[in-house]
């Protein structure tokens, strides 16, 4: 994990379907029980400090993970709110809500500022933000897209010191395996493969930009495997990371032992910020 939602899929994507994943029998189903891994200093600060994230259906995933994750550890007990006006929520809470359009990014980081000017940039708190695999297109310009992203955040960090925002990178995909690639290559179509290489270059971007920030690795958790080794696709002798096929069912959003791993990636990055660390 660094400290610091394009292709839809229509079908679900065998194991058997990636081309390079892992290796070996890496591919183990990631354990959905258990405890959070949260030490007790790290509840504290959870339950000490507001948290906005703002979403789409992904991000509905995690937020599940995160519901299951105190269903499993009673010492983990949030305060979750869906609101748009975060700052309308009394005391420490996570508040979290959908915000723009899929497919239109800006949209969303529109949306994102809009909430922070309504309060709670002023008030301060923690606040998180988050782009789809499907805002991410054969179209997209990636360079644009961070631009944008850059523009607004940095902003936003200007205009409320007591802000503290989380930057999270795009989410992957499962890819297709080498035989439709090599058809669809045939044929002119851009595949799967070719939206997640797009994908990890605008989170590359967000990376080498935002080091040293608080950063959660949305992709990087959903490539890694169990044995920790990553979930990987070949794009024009390049490997590019991609969704580990046993952390979904639809080849985009996460099944329960991927929004619970997630969910509790998420809390930890959460946690370390709130500690001031």
């Known amino acids: 994990m660094i400290w610091q939602e394009g292709i839809e899929p229509t079908a679900t994507q065998a194991v058997s379907d990636v081309e390079v994943c892992c290796g070996g029998d890496a591919l183990k189903p990631i354990e959905t029980a258990g405890p959070t ?4 200093q790290d509840l504290a600060h959870l339950e000490n400090q507001k948290v906005f994230f703002g979403h789409q259906s992904v991000g509905d995933d995690i ?22 006006d975060p700052q309308q929520v009394p005391g ?6 959908h915000i723009g359009r899929n497919g239109d990014p800006q949209s969303k980081a529109e949306a994102f500022r809009t ?15 988050k782009y789809c695999y499907v805002d991410v297109g054969p179209a997209t310009d990636i360079q644009k897209m961070f631009d944008e992203y850059r523009h607004g955040v940095d902003s936003l960090k200007l205009k409320y010191p007591l802000l503290r925002i989380v930057h999270v990178t795009i989410p992957l995909t499962t890819v297709e ?23 990890d270059a605008y989170n590359q971007l967000l990376a080498q930009a935002y080091c ?37 069912t639809d080849g ?6 991927g929004r619970r791993t997630a969910a509790r990636h998420l809390l930890l990055v959460l946690a370390k910020l709130g500690a001031g660390t």
Not at 37 to 40: E, N, V
Not at 71 to 79: N, Q, V, W
């Open 37 to 40: 891994c949260l030490a007790a």
């Open 177 to 199: 395996p080498a035989i439709k690639v090599w058809v669809k290559s045939a044929l002119g179509r851009v595949t799967a493969r070719d939206i997640n290489r797009k994908r």
């Open 92 to 97: 420490p809470a996570f508040v979290e809500t």
């Open 212 to 248: 040293g920030e608080p950063i959660f690795d949305l992709a990087e958790i959903e490539s890694t495997c169990r044995d920790g080794l990553r979930s990987e696709s070949s794009v024009s002798r390049r490997q590019v990371p991609a969704l580990n096929p046993k952390l979904t």
């Open 252 to 257: 985009g959003h996460l099944n329960e032992s």
């Open 115 to 129: 909430i922070m000017d309504r309060g709670m940039g002023k008030e301060g708190g923690i606040a998180l933000y």
């Open 63 to 84: 937020v599940h993970g995160i519901r299951d994750l105190m269903a499993s550890d009673p010492r983990l007990k949030l305060h979750i709110v869906e609101s748009a």
